[in-house]
Structures are given as structure tokens and as C-alpha cells.
């Protein structure tokens, strides 16, 4: 399992809109191929800070089927229009502490 790890910071004033539209997108994530799962945070201390966790079964689900389907050009025209700068993502896998 790969965990998709997005820092995406809104342009203040625009966080109820941004939310919406990450809630309108929730089901083009959930039907998505390899997709278990999705979470937004809002930072506390700077609330128009959001982390957007996205559990794939592979990086590929993520990277490369999402990302070319029409669902990821609808989340991008339901959320994009509220970014104040381009999201920071990275991909990340649990580590074993034995």
C-alpha cells in the first residue's frame, strides 16, 4: 500500500468552497481503481492549510491510472480553482518497527 501525501494551501477566504468541491470529488477518488481511501486535514494553526491523504493499493493506481482518467481532470476542475500555489505531493509506505 502506497499513501498519497498532498500539501495544498488555499487562497484564504476560499477554504468552505475548497472543501465543498474536495466533497464533491470524494466519490471520482473512491471509485477509482486501486483507491482505499481518503482524508482532508485542515491545519489548525494556519486553516488554509490542507493535507489530502489518499491510500492506494500501488503507486501506479495513483500516478498513472488516476492521474489519465477523466475523474482526476474533474477533481483538478472541482478543487484547482482554489489553490494558491500548485499542491506538493509525495507518496509514502509504512514503515516495519519490529
Known amino acids: 500500500m502506497v499513501t498519497e501525501l498532498a500539501h495544498i494551501d488555499i487562497t484564504p477566504g476560499h477554504e468552505a468552497d475548497f472543501e465543498a468541491g474536495v466533497a464533491a470529488a470524494r466519490p471520482l477518488f473512491l471509485r477509482a481503481a486501486?483507491?482505499?481511501?481518503?482524508?482532508?486535514?485542515?491545519?489548525?494553526?494556519?486553516?488554509?492549510?490542507?493535507?489530502?491523504?489518499?491510500?492506494?493499493?500501488?503507486?501506479?493506481?495513483?500516478?498513472?491510472?488516476?492521474?489519465?482518467?477523466?475523474?482526476?481532470?474533474?477533481?483538478?476542475?472541482?478543487?484547482?480553482?482554489?489553490?494558491a500555489s500548485a499542491p506538493?505531493?509525495?507518496h509514502l509506505e509504512s514503515c516495519r518497527l519490529e
Do not use: I, Q
Open 88 to 90: 506538493a505531493v509525495e
Open 34 to 83: 486501486g483507491c482505499l481511501g481518503m482524508e482532508l486535514l485542515r491545519g489548525v494553526e494556519h486553516p488554509s492549510s490542507y493535507r489530502l491523504v489518499v491510500k492506494w493499493a500501488r503507486l501506479e493506481d495513483h500516478t498513472v491510472t488516476f492521474r489519465n482518467s477523466a475523474d482526476f481532470a474533474e477533481w483538478r476542475r472541482l478543487a484547482a480553482p482554489y489553490f
